[in-house]
DNA sequence: CCCGTGCCCTGGCGGC
DNA sequence: TGCCGCCAGGGCACGG
């Protein structure tokens, strides 16, 4: 399940690879993750050439010549680039590239959606209006305004991608660990400080993960695939019954709007 | 507007 | 061994 750090390091390693090339033709196996016409999507994006590929949240974002194609690769998308091969299960779709390169989408629960916008307006359009700032570039008092008011579980709010992007379920428990708060806590319960505080953790958790995903990205080939996917180092994530590494108490799985959450109900308050 | 629920989809796992 | 049912989850549609 690809959060901010894996779609930052999906976005360098693919933007190595892909800077420059030009799209010669599509081929699309599973109509549903385009939304938009299809062959309107097919004569748009042919003969455009990738000049740069950015990230917002969650979001991949290929510049072209004159449109942005936007990738949320939700649960399982990932990227594959090949030279011509049998087509595997579960690919879905395959750019053909210049210099005989393919670039092949890959999702098994077929999750992962496609937007084409304008270069004017495709930050001001959806799906991009709706993803709100990263806890890098997020204005503290109006974050701290939203939630206040909020009678949800500061853990729903946080994985609200309209009112911070960027943390997934994963990173979601991290932060509120790292910030020493429970995850049912309803929003209005939510100091000052700590609003501050959610956002310093989340700061520091997935820079902490970009940067892991960083150092392993040299051993990443084309030949390898990029899946996006790298070894964490979690201290509650996954770790129910195992030793809260702060304070030695057993950690806990619980469910949080709907939602498999782990916690230190000893130092989360 | 606010909030909770169900849906999309498939592989993997537990139970029998 | 095989089958069945259930779970995982990001974001959105929908309903109260």
């Known amino acids: 399940m690809p959060e901010l750090p894996e779609v930052e390091t ?32 097919t004569s748009t994006l042919i003969g455009q050439t990738i000049h740069r590929i950015d990230r917002k949240g969650k979001y991949l974002i290929f510049i072209l010549d004159t449109h942005a194609l936007i990738i949320h690769l939700r649960m399982e998308g990932k990227f594959y680039i090949k030279k011509q091969d049998d087509l595997s299960k579960h690919e879905h ?17 077929k999750f992962g959606t496609m937007h084409l916008r304008s270069l004017d307006d495709y930050l001001m359009t959806y799906p991009l209006n709706r993803c709100a700032e990263e806890p890098f570039s997020i ?3 109006s974050f701290y305004e939203k939630i206040k008011r909020k009678n949800v579980a ?25 910030a020493k708060i429970h995850p049912e806590r309803k929003g209005l319960t939510i100091t000052k400080d700590e609003s501050n505080q959610l956002i310093e953790s989340a700061k520091k958790v997935l820079s902490a ?7 392993t990205i040299r051993s990443y080939t084309a030949s390898l695939g990029v899946t996006g996917l790298f070894q964490l ?21 619980i469910r949080v709007g709907g939602r498999g959450t782990y916690v230190c109900e000893s130092c989360q308050k």
Do not use: W
Not at 210 to 215: K, P, S, Y
């Open 93 to 109: 779709i395959v750019f053909h590239l210049n210099h005989g390169l393919e670039l092949r989408y890959h999702d098994t629960r």
């Open 209 to 215: 993960a970009v940067e892991m995903g960083g150092t």
């Open 139 to 141: 204005d503290k008092a």
């Open 233 to 253: 180092k979690l201290n509650v994530h996954t770790k129910v019954g195992e030793l809260c590494p702060r304070c030695g108490s057993i950690i806990k799985k």
């Open 154 to 178: 500061i853990k729903s709010i946080l994985l609200d991608q309209t009112i911070m992007s960027g943390l997934g379920n994963i990173y979601v428990d991290e932060t509120l660990f790292d």
């Open 10 to 41: 999906v976005r360098r390693i693919l933007s190595n690879q892909l800077n420059g090339l030009t799209i010669e033709g599509i081929d699309i196996y599973y109509e549903r993750m385009i939304h938009e016409d299809i062959k309107a999507f």
